[in-house]
């Protein structure tokens, strides 16, 4: 039989990291409480007989916390047969208050001093053999981040489980608690198998732990007995049972302290004087704010927009010139054509319109590609003779002239079809279905990967865990507690763990509005949409993206007001306990391999699900009903198809909200298949009547567009994210209670965007605007509304 | 021919997709979460 070692320490002393470096698995590491909610186990890479078991932080062995529950079960029921205790060498006094409780388990145990790099660079010390002494177990430095000691470490785990010799726990309590365990273990212990354990059950009901009561199965005379004698330490302690043992805990890990660690003496640390500015009680929103901006507008706007139009433009587009080599001159010689073909089609425009030519200078429209604005620009007709001469001595530039021009996507695959003489319908279904639909959001992986790039720095370096302790802050005034920000940071990524870290919340009224509330916060599907719609509606705009996302912490505040006022709902907040680590800059191999394992789910779910999606909606809007006859329809028949006629059903919900459109409200519908897929879907619906970007353009206007943007941001999330709800909701009227929450909530922020909005966009006061204010009124209502239920 | 063969090879890369869907709906993975495993913790039904 194999070896099972567990690692337990307290949260953020570097376990899932340890863990991935002895296995070589990928799990996620994060630097704020919660990250790992259940045990995982993985094999030793060094020797496969030996099974690895990452176990929840904690602080403690109580049973307070679900991540104790979880751990200490572990390591009681299940008994591995050692224990590596990972301990942060920066943080020795806390971390080592865990280390007197799980020596007295019964099991091997072997302590491992993670962060050795950062101990010494801060000029500390410790002795590390005179610890082992004090504790009675081995004493590994180790720095899971840098691989040192870990072979040390698993060596002397697999040597004290290979001797199965439990420690005798060095540390002895007062005389009168060393008493009252004597008469617990002589009342109900010696009966336990396992004589190395029952110390350490001896305490657990000293200290009243009823889970250890109930597991035992004490009847109700021997733990009145256990009472007495309980109630008779107290008295003479003058203190309760549980502070004794606490008390008594911290003084042993005081002489050990004393004994074994010589600090560095030093003013503020690097990150202190940081953590002045970034969590300062006025500039910290301020910064939060600048930061998400940045991150937005990096990835959405500028680098992500350059690499995403390569992407769009040229992998899934007409094609693009290897190394960009012979680029620019195109890109010079096509202006130039363009602007002398301007001049020449305005001239015609002009005849056409005044049924002459012009005498002197006339005016001829241009349109800028991005915003779509007309501008309107004069001629002489020396300009226009000019233009004209061009325009007759030269063709239009080919691109292949210019450098080695790269087909794109649907050249490609387009070509490889006409010359196997491909049927025109199967042709369709790959190029307007498969290749616009699956195309359209593959273009956007260049932006996702940005986006977690950056997300990936800011969670590794130490600002996010900043930022739950900044919202904390916000949402305690607010009767919230900033455990509920946790799983928002988590879902980012995705919805799904973060709905499954709310696990972390004991108290059950903040778990479910956690849950209800968690995927407002955009996730990284539906990045495509945000980045489609500030592209496409926007002309690019770069508050957008940015708007988006707090647009979500909007939503989730508001909610949390608002539903904290009701009966459900009600209670104080939870406490909410973290540490803040050190900053330090993360290795560029963990920041690359989390955007890539991100980023990876992305790509697989594109050549999955989107593209069975892309296949029934492309049927859907090229198949349906002309003169009574099911038929395959031409580009401007899809008024007429299965997607039109399901959208119409639906689409009056959406009136009221500016985008009451067949195609919108399909993009809406299939959206909750995966986010990615309203981008999919537009692409295959709006690609139909020529180009994507512009027809979507003369769809919505700008307030039409940001609420179709809000309403699909804040609307029930994927059916995947759904099942994750109603599994930790673990009931079916909870269940519908936050799928009904998400869509009102997102429907009446739609509506007071596009009938509000329409105010100020120019489109004037309307009958519709009332019901914007009234929607406005609802929100203050609720937000300000006297609160019965709590105090 | 040739459209029989694009047919035939779409229908073998839907039937591919759609029984890896289903092996992994099997093993207990949701079969369209394919997000951002790595976050879960192992905590959730996709892994």
């Known amino acids: ?791 | 021919m040739g459209t029989v063969i694009v047919v035939l090879i779409l229908a073998a890369i839907v039937a591919a997709i759609i029984g890896s869907m289903v092996k992994a709906r099997k093993r207990g993975q949701h079969p369209i979460c394919g997000g951002d495993c790595g976050h879960c913790g192992g905590s959730c039904g996709c892994h």
């Open chain 1, 1 to 791: 039989m194999g070896i099972r070692i567990a690692l337990a320490g307290n949260p953020n002393c570097g376990k899932t990291t340890l863990f991935n470096a002895l296995t070589g698995s990928n799990q996620f590491v994060g630097n704020w409480p919660g990250v790992t909610v259940e045990y995982k186990e993985g094999k030793y890479k060094g020797d496969k007989e030996v099974k690895i078991v990452d176990l929840p932080g904690i602080y403690s062995l109580s049973p307070y916390t679900l991540e104790e529950v979880v751990s200490r079960n572990y390591l009681i029921d299940e008994k591995p047969e050692a224990i590596i205790n990972v301990i942060d060498g920066t943080n020795l006094e806390r971390n080592l208050y865990l280390t007197t409780q799980i020596v007295e388990l019964g099991i091997p145990v072997v302590i491992a001093i993670n962060m050795m790099d950062v101990v010494e660079k801060n000029g500390d010390k410790i002795n590390t053999k005179k610890l082992s002494e004090e504790i009675g177990v081995p004493v590994i430095e180790i720095s899971a981040l840098k691989n040192r000691g870990l072979k040390d470490i698993v060596d002397a785990a697999v040597k004290a489980a290979k001797e199965a010799k439990p420690q005798s726990p060095k540390h002895r309590f007062n005389g009168s608690v060393e008493h009252a365990f004597a008469h617990i273990e002589e009342l109900c212990l010696h009966g336990i198998e396992d004589e190395n354990v029952q110390r350490w059950y001896s305490i657990k009901l000293f200290e009243r732990d009823e889970k250890i009561q109930e597991k035992l199965g004490l009847s109700s005379d021997v733990i009145d007995h256990i009472e007495k004698d309980i109630a008779s330490c107290e008295k003479e302690l003058d203190d309760d049972a549980e502070s004794i043992i606490t008390g008594e805990r911290y003084n042993y890990i005081g002489t050990i302290i004393n004994d074994c660690v010589k600090k560095a003496a030093k003013g503020l640390t690097i990150s202190d004087k940081i953590d002045r500015v970034v969590t300062n009680r006025w500039l910290a929103l301020p910064i939060f704010a600048v930061v998400m901006w940045l991150v937005y507008y990096i990835s959405v706007t500028t680098v992500g927009t350059w690499a995403t139009d390569w992407a769009n433009d040229g992998v899934f587009g007409d094609g693009w010139h290897l190394f960009a080599v012979g680029s620019s001159d195109y890109t010079d010689a096509a202006d130039e054509f363009t602007a002398n073909q301007l001049i020449v089609d305005g001239y015609d425009l002009y005849v056409e319109e005044n049924g002459s030519e012009p005498t002197g200078d006339f005016e001829y429209p241009v349109e800028d590609e991005e915003t779509a604005a007309v501008d309107y620009e004069t001629a002489s007709l020396d300009d226009y003779a000019a233009a004209k001469a061009y325009v007759e001595a030269n063709e239009e530039p080919d691109p292949a002239d210019y450098g080695v021009w790269v087909p794109g996507v649907p050249v490609f695959v387009e070509a490889g079809l006409d010359a196997i003489g491909c049927n025109d319908v199967v042709k369709g279904l790959i190029l307007d279905g498969i290749v616009a639909g699956v195309g359209a959001v593959l273009g956007f992986v260049p932006q996702i990967l940005i986006l977690f790039i950056f997300l990936a720095f800011l969670e590794a370096c130490g600002y996010m865990a900043r930022v739950a302790f900044i919202m904390d802050r916000i949402f305690r005034k607010f009767g919230l507690s900033g455990k509920s920000f946790i799983p928002m940071l988590i879902g980012t990524g995705c919805g799904i763990p973060g709905i499954m870290a709310s696990r972390t919340i004991e108290n059950d009224r903040d778990r479910k509005m956690t849950i209800m509330t968690t995927t407002f916060i955009p996730c990284g599907a539906k990045l495509p949409f945000i980045a489609m719609v500030a592209g496409a509606i926007f002309g690019g705009a770069s508050w957008v993206a940015p708007s988006a996302y707090f647009l979500g912490i909007f939503a989730i505040i508001t909610s949390g007001i608002m539903l904290k006022k009701t009966k459900m709902f009600a209670g104080d907040p939870a406490p909410f306990v973290m540490e803040l680590p050190a900053y330090h800059w993360p290795t560029l191999g963990n920041v690359l391999r989390s955007m890539w394992e991100r980023g990876w789910s992305f790509i697989k779910k594109a050549g999955t699900i989107i593209l069975l999606s892309t296949i029934v909606v492309w049927f859907c809007t090229f198949f349906g009903v002309v003169d009574g006859a099911f038929t395959m329809l031409e580009e401007d028949q899809i008024d007429h198809s299965i997607l039109a006629t399901i959208g119409r059903c639906l689409a009056w919900i959406f009136i009221p909200l500016g985008f009451g459109d067949w195609e919108a409200t399909v993009a809406s519908i299939t959206g909750l298949v995966a986010k990615e897929n309203i981008v999919g879907t537009l692409a295959i619906i709006y690609g139909a009547s020529g180009d994507v970007y512009e027809t979507m353009r003369a769809a919505f206007t700008n307030a039409s567009g940001f609420a179709f943007l809000a309403f699909n941001l804040l609307c029930a999330p994927c059916f995947a994210a759904m099942g994750a709800i109603k599994r930790e909701m673990n009931n079916i009227k909870w269940f519908w209670r936050a799928i009904g929450y998400q869509c009102g909530f997102a429907w009446v922020i739609g509506l007071i965007i596009y009938q509000v909005g329409k105010v100020f966009t120019g489109e004037g006061f309307t009958f519709g605007t009332i019901f914007g204010i009234a929607g406005i009124c609802v929100i203050l209502y609720g937000l300000f509304r006297k609160d019965k239920y709590n105090k």
